[in-house]
């Protein structure tokens, strides 16, 4: 009993000292709280950051995480110093977004020199990469294009060096989102993901505001090299451009009669589309040219086309139609749109 009085008599002139400390305490903020050199202040500055997944990509305090282009989910340090990579659309997106590089490739013919890569070491061009060269710029990371056999086929070299590997799937808008949002992610550049993804999609949503609803317009997409002519849906890079624009591509319902692997005269005549839109792909544009006149335009019929004869047969430039529009991709769908509705985007 004597005790439990003791113990209520000190917490009595506990609460009485409390009461008069804090009587006589200045306010909160007419005191510079003093800072002890290795005292933690500030514990939420000290928590870890919750993961951010956007496009695809998880955004972690020190590494960032995606599914790449072989559906292989991959976990990459953050700030990578001794970057290569071995496709030049891609090149331009990673320079873009805040990102150095060491090993790059010889730019393909009518492509431009990308700014900032000119100290680079060559590694090889498009189709013939040196995995040795690669190798003795020491990488601590490789880009490459999950897309092309030959050079899925040199991952296993690069991941018996240590060498982490990020393999890229881009054919559309959607694929240039994932891409920048993992790139900026991996330099640190969170501002040029709003100028360099965000606000070109708000560019692209003010133009696909301004086109009409209705379907009205057959587009043929034509696909030309020196040694073929080809057709491409929908499901392409320029094809996902014409369908949100609108219109309907006579490949995607043909039947295989207009593919990557056919091209049926007697489809295009009785689709008569009335725009045709040719990609060309190569390095001699005057064989790239004979070969279109060979397979399409020495056809009797093909001058009795609404496209042809209302000059809507439109060769696309290569720069922005065959390699990838990247931060111009609302350049691209603009120049499509005036062309398609000329009356909307004078």
Same mark, same amino acid.
């Given at each position: 009993?004597?005790?439990?009085?003791?113990?209520?008599?000190?917490?009595?002139?506990?609460?009485?000292?409390?009461?008069? %400390?804090?009587?006589?305490?200045?306010?909160?903020?007419?005191?510079?709280?003093?800072?002890?050199?290795?005292?933690?202040?500030?514990?939420?500055?000290?928590?870890?950051?919750?993961?951010?997944?956007?496009?695809?990509?998880?955004?972690?305090?020190?590494?960032?995480?995606?599914?790449?282009?072989?559906?292989?989910?991959?976990?990459?340090?953050?700030?990578?110093?001794?970057?290569?990579?071995?496709?030049?659309?891609?090149?331009?997106?990673?320079?873009?977004?805040?990102?150095?590089?060491?090993?790059?490739?010889?730019?393909?013919?009518?492509?431009?020199?990308?700014?900032?890569?000119?100290?680079?070491?060559?590694?090889?061009?498009?189709?013939?990469?040196?995995?040795?060269?690669?190798?003795?710029?020491?990488?601590?990371?490789?880009?490459?294009?999950?897309?092309?056999?030959?050079?899925?086929?040199?991952?296993?070299?690069?991941?018996?060096?240590?060498?982490?590997?990020?393999?890229?799937?881009?054919?559309?808008?959607?694929?240039?989102?994932?891409?920048?949002?993992?790139?900026?992610?991996?330099?640190?550049?969170?501002?040029?993901?709003?100028?360099?993804?965000?606000?070109?999609?708000?560019?692209?949503?003010?133009?696909?505001?301004?086109?009409?609803?209705?379907?009205?317009?057959?587009?043929?997409?034509?696909?030309?090299?020196?040694?073929?002519?080809?057709?491409?849906?929908?499901?392409?890079?320029?094809?996902?451009?014409?369908?949100?624009?609108?219109?309907?591509?006579?490949?995607?319902?043909?039947?295989?009669?207009?593919?990557?692997?056919?091209?049926?005269?007697?489809?295009?005549?009785?689709?008569?589309?009335?725009?045709?839109?040719?990609? %060309?792909?190569?390095?001699?544009?005057?064989? %790239?040219?004979?070969?279109?006149?060979?397979?399409?335009?020495?056809?009797?019929?093909?001058?009795?086309?609404?496209?042809?004869?209302?000059?809507?047969?439109?060769?696309?430039?290569?720069?922005?139609?065959?390699?990838?529009?990247?931060?111009?991709?609302?350049?691209?769908?603009?120049?499509?749109?005036?062309?398609?509705?000329?009356?909307?985007?004078?």
């Amino acid at each position: 009993m004597k005790m439990k009085k003791l113990v209520l008599l000190l917490l009595s002139l506990v609460l009485v000292m409390g009461v008069f %400390t804090a009587c006589s305490s200045p306010k909160v903020e007419d005191v510079d709280t003093p800072v002890i050199e290795g005292e933690d202040n500030n514990q939420a500055d000290n928590e870890t950051a919750e993961p951010v997944a956007e496009y695809g990509v998880t955004i972690n305090e020190d590494t960032v995480s995606f599914v790449d282009g072989r559906g292989q989910e991959v976990t990459i340090d953050k700030n990578p110093q001794r970057v290569v990579v071995l496709y030049n659309s891609f090149l331009e997106v990673w320079m873009a977004n805040g990102g150095s590089v060491v090993g790059k490739l010889e730019p393909s013919v009518g492509q431009e020199e990308i700014q900032g890569v000119e100290d680079a070491e060559i590694i090889g061009k498009l189709g013939a990469i040196s995995v040795e060269k690669v190798i003795s710029v020491e990488p601590d990371l490789i880009i490459l294009n999950s897309t092309q056999k030959s050079q899925l086929e040199l991952i296993p070299a690069f991941e018996e060096n240590n060498i982490p590997v990020i393999g890229i799937d881009y054919v559309g808008l959607d694929d240039y989102l994932t891409m920048t949002r993992l790139f900026t992610a991996l330099n640190g550049r969170e501002d040029l993901f709003k100028s360099n993804a965000l606000d070109v999609v708000e560019e692209i949503d003010d133009i696909l505001a301004t086109i009409p609803e209705e379907k009205e317009h057959k587009v043929l997409l034509i696909m030309a090299s020196a040694k073929s002519v080809t057709a491409r849906d929908s499901t392409s890079y320029v094809g996902m451009m014409l369908e949100d624009l609108n219109t309907i591509n006579i490949a995607d319902e043909s039947g295989g009669a207009l593919s990557s692997q056919n091209f049926s005269m007697e489809k295009i005549l009785e689709e008569d589309p009335d725009f045709i839109f040719v990609q %060309t792909t190569g390095s001699d544009m005057d064989a %790239t040219l004979d070969r279109l006149k060979e397979d399409a335009e020495s056809n009797p019929a093909w001058a009795s086309l609404s496209a042809v004869q209302n000059d809507r047969y439109i060769i696309l430039p290569k720069d922005m139609y065959m390699f990838k529009a990247n931060q111009r991709y609302a350049e691209a769908y603009e120049n499509l749109a005036e062309i398609i509705y000329p009356e909307l985007f004078q």
